[in-house]
């Protein structure tokens, strides 16, 4: 027998051949109906919860269709993931940024564009990396590209418009190796007199402390040099 009442607030229990309890409710569905949904559970509250969950999954499945429905093609995924997603979190003086993400999808939208990123394969990619080594790109501008690429195709599977690509498998190029510089033992000399004359100027300091504690040059430009 079905128990129901005021105190339910909807819920109706009842209990099973196997004993457990069965808890059924009406609810909205995504399509504007309103459908019975149940769930089991050896207490009523456990049905319930049960209940709930069942419901949950129901709009999450539907939300995930839907998805699954739209078709975005590569370049207008791109371009809503840079002008709807990424854009508004640039910072203000960074405003170049925008253009660099533009600038590195020259190198696939031309070539990968107008597919889908639905069936998207790392075949695509890897064609996108082939055609840049034979335009002789460099390395590691041919990473950073690659790299875009999976950043934004990423968040296109955590939003579920497409399955996961295994970025490891593509064939990238090595980047060159920087030759180290060497100081000779006479050029050492030169410097070390220079920095401990007279004629040491201060706007020459940051090039002593980067010689001196070995800071790459970048880390040196950003010193701010003030004179007491």
């Avoid at 909205?28 to 969950?53: F, H, I, N």
Wanted: proline share 4%; glycine share 6%; net charge positive.
């Amino acid at each position: 027998m079905a128990r129901k009442s005021g105190k339910n607030k909807g819920y109706t229990y009842t209990k099973t051949e196997s004993g457990t309890i069965r808890c059924r409710a009406y609810r909205d569905m995504p399509d504007g109906t309103r459908k019975q949904v149940s769930g089991t559970g050896k207490t009523e509250e456990a049905a319930r919860k049960k209940l709930e969950q069942n419901y949950s999954k129901k709009l999450k499945n539907n939300e995930k269709s839907k998805k699954q429905t739209k078709l975005y093609t590569l370049e207008s995924w791109f371009t809503k993931w840079l002008y709807e997603i990424k854009k508004p979190k640039f910072d203000s003086e960074e405003s170049d940024t925008t253009g660099w993400y533009t600038r590195l999808s020259r190198k696939f939208l031309p070539i990968i564009g107008k597919k889908q990123i639905k069936t998207l394969k790392i075949s695509d990619i890897q064609q996108v990396v082939n055609n840049m080594l034979e335009n002789n790109d460099d390395p590691k501008y041919i990473k950073e590209v690659v790299c875009l690429l999976s950043t934004f195709l990423s968040y296109a599977h955590t939003e579920g418009y497409m399955p996961k690509l295994d970025f490891s498998k593509v064939d990238k190029p090595k980047c060159r190796k920087k030759k180290k510089v060497i100081y000779s033992e006479s050029e050492n000399a030169i410097l070390s007199n220079y920095f401990s004359s007279d004629d040491f100027s201060i706007k020459y300091l940051p090039i002593k402390v980067m010689y001196d504690i070995g800071l790459r040059p970048e880390e040196v430009g950003g010193l701010n040099v003030r004179r007491y």
